[in-house]
């Protein structure tokens, strides 16, 4: 089946780094595009943006630009999300989200979230 | 930009009929899309396009979209239906937008 495994927990002090991955498995991983989801503790979900499986190029939402990056290794079926300079706002669950199909911009599946708290 | 308004909260009692709605400017002309989501686990579809059903998801939920609203509607409502639900478009000035979320609560 179709599944998303992202990595574990992390917790960083404000301006660090931190890289979340996301592999995808039960499907080919460059046909379908892969979002990344913001939920803010207590919050509801902000689309970041997304990553063009197939070639690489990345698309950010506004307010995601600068220290955010996306990016890919298709050969192990992982996208990546990069998060530079953190800032205690970026106090959040991020989330990997798969395009569905259709060309109607569903996300399904998802993938189970990972927590990056930063604090000094 | 492009704004869905989603009330904070709905509540229904047991086995019966809740239904969540999602407002937008001319929101008909677009696939809405619901996401469920329980405290502590990632969001999962349970309507795309409006009214199609993902498989697995049970035929108490069912979806509307026209006008200015859209609606989400879940039958015959169970304990295990608790959760934020997130309704969700495609609009060309925005990208992707999400609404604010309803909290379902099952009395």
């Known amino acids: 089946q179709v599944q998303l495994a992202q990595s574990g927990s992390e917790l960083k002090k404000p301006g660090a780094s931190v890289k979340v991955s996301c592999k995808a498995s039960g499907y080919t991983f460059t046909s379908y595009a892969m979002n990344w989801v913001r939920q803010a503790p207590g919050q509801g979900l902000e689309w970041m943006g997304w990553?063009?499986?197939?070639?690489?190029?990345?698309t950010y939402a506004q307010g995601f630009t600068g220290r955010f990056v996306f990016s890919l290794d298709t050969s192990v079926s992982t996208a990546y999300l990069q998060i530079s300079t953190l800032k205690t706002e970026d106090t959040a669950v991020y989330y990997c989200?798969?395009?569905?199909?259709?060309?109607?911009?569903?996300?399904?599946?998802w993938g189970q979230g990972t927590l990056v708290t930063v604090s000094s | 930009s492009y704004e869905l308004t989603q009330s904070l909260s709905v509540s229904v009692a047991l086995g019966q009929t809740a239904r969540i709605t999602c407002g937008g400017n001319?929101?008909?002309?677009?696939?809405v899309h619901w996401y469920q989501q329980k405290p502590g686990q990632a969001p999962v579809l349970v309507i795309y396009r409006d009214s199609d059903r993902p498989s697995g998801i049970p035929e108490r939920f069912s979806g509307f979209n026209s006008g200015n609203t859209a609606t989400l509607t879940i039958s015959r409502a169970q304990a295990g239906d608790e959760a934020d639900y997130y309704c969700?478009?495609?609009?060309?000035?925005?990208?992707?937008?999400f609404g604010g979320g309803t909290k379902l609560t099952v009395l």
């Open positions: 001319n929101i008909g002309s677009k696939n």
């Open positions: 969700q478009v495609w609009d060309s000035s925005t990208s992707v937008v």
């Open positions: 990553i063009n499986t197939n070639t690489g190029k990345p």
């Open positions: 989200a798969r395009d569905g199909g259709g060309y109607d911009w569903r996300f399904d599946p």
